[in-house]
C-alpha cells in the first residue's frame, strides 16, 4: 500500500511539473503573438518622426492620419470589394464542390471511387509555388489573365483537396440506413444530398466554411502573380504595394497593416466557437 500510495505521489508530482511546463510554454507563445499585435495597434497612431525617435514607446498625440492616408493611397475600397468577393465566392464553390463529391466518395462503392479520392487527395501534397509558372503561361494563353476568373478558378482548385477530405471523412459517419429510407420513400440522390446530408453536414460545413475564407482571405502569392491591376487585387496584395511606395513612412504602413489584420481578428473572435465545435463533432472522422 505504502509503494502505491508512493507511485502515485510521484506520478502527481511528474504530471504537476508537465502542467506546469506546458502554462510556461503556452504563456511564452500568448506573449510573443500579443504584444507585437499590440505594438503594431498603437504604433499605426504615431506620426514616422515619433516612431523613429521612440520606436516601443506610446504616442504622444495619437492621430488618425496614417489611415486617412493610407486608405486613400492604397485605394483599400476597392481592395476590401476585391477580398470580401474572392473569398466568399471561392469559399462557396469549393464548400459546394467538396461536400458534393465527399458525398459520392463516402456512399457510392464503385470500383473506380477509391482511385478517384486517392487522386484528388494528391493536390494536398502540390504546392502553390510549383506551379506558379505553368499556372501563369496556361491563364495568359486561355486569356483569363489578370482577371477575377484567373483567380477565382486556382482558389477553388487549391482549396479543394483538404475541404474533400474533411467531407469524405465526416460523411461516412452518416448511416446508410437515412438514405435506404429515403430512396425506398422514391427520393433521389439529388434529393437526398439536399434534403439530408447537407443538413446533417452541418458542423463540418461551418469549420469548412470558415478554414476556406480565412485562407482565401490572406492568400497572397496567386494574387500577386496572376493579377497586376489594383482593379483586381485583393488586401494582402495591396498591403504589399506599401512596402515599396511608403517605405519611408512607418505609420503609414502601420495603418495598412492593420487593415489587413483587424478584420481577421474580428472573424476569427466572432466563429472561434463554431471552429472547436466543428472539429469535436467529428469533422476528422473516418
Not at 525617435?53 to 492620419?65: E, I, N, V
Not at 492604397?74 to 471561392?90: C, D, H, M, Q, R
Request: proline content about 5%; overall charge neutral.
Amino acid at each position: 500500500m505504502e509503494n502505491n500510495a508512493a507511485i502515485k505521489k510521484n506520478q502527481g508530482g511528474d504530471l504537476l511539473g508537465w502542467r506546469i511546463a506546458s502554462y510556461i510554454l503556452i504563456g511564452v507563445f500568448t506573449l510573443t503573438t500579443i504584444i507585437p499585435l499590440v505594438w503594431l495597434t498603437y504604433s499605426s497612431f504615431k506620426p514616422h518622426q515619433e516612431i523613429i525617435l521612440d520606436p516601443l514607446g506610446w504616442p504622444d498625440a495619437p492621430t488618425f492620419h496614417n489611415y486617412e492616408l493610407a486608405w486613400k493611397l492604397g485605394e483599400f475600397g476597392i481592395l476590401f470589394g476585391n477580398s470580401i468577393f474572392y473569398s466568399t465566392v471561392a469559399t462557396v464553390i469549393t464548400v459546394l464542390l467538396a461536400l458534393m463529391c465527399g458525398y459520392a466518395f463516402a456512399k457510392f462503392g464503385f470500383k473506380i471511387t477509391g482511385f478517384l479520392y486517392t487522386f484528388f487527395l494528391g493536390g494536398l501534397l502540390i504546392t502553390v509555388h510549383s506551379i506558379l509558372v505553368p499556372l501563369f503561361v496556361m491563364e495568359s494563353f486561355v486569356g483569363i489573365d489578370d482577371t477575377r476568373w484567373g483567380v477565382l478558378i486556382p482558389y477553388v482548385a487549391l482549396g479543394l483537396p483538404f475541404q474533400l477530405f474533411l467531407a469524405t471523412s465526416y460523411l461516412k459517419s452518416i448511416p446508410d440506413s437515412l438514405e435506404e429510407a429515403a430512396l425506398i420513400d422514391g427520393t433521389g440522390y439529388m434529393g437526398i444530398f439536399w434534403r439530408i446530408v447537407l443538413p446533417m453536414s452541418a458542423p463540418v460545413m461551418a469549420t469548412m466554411l470558415i478554414y476556406c475564407f480565412l485562407g482565401n482571405w490572406n492568400e497572397f502569392v496567386l494574387i500577386m502573380v496572376l493579377t497586376s491591376r489594383q482593379a483586381v487585387r485583393s488586401l494582402p496584395a495591396g498591403i504589399n504595394a506599401f512596402a515599396g511606395t511608403t517605405a519611408r513612412d512607418y505609420g503609414v504602413q502601420f495603418a495598412a497593416l492593420m487593415y489587413g489584420t483587424v478584420p481577421i481578428l474580428i472573424f476569427y473572435a466572432a466563429f472561434s466557437k463554431q471552429i472547436k465545435k466543428g472539429f469535436a463533432a467529428g469533422s476528422l472522422k473516418e
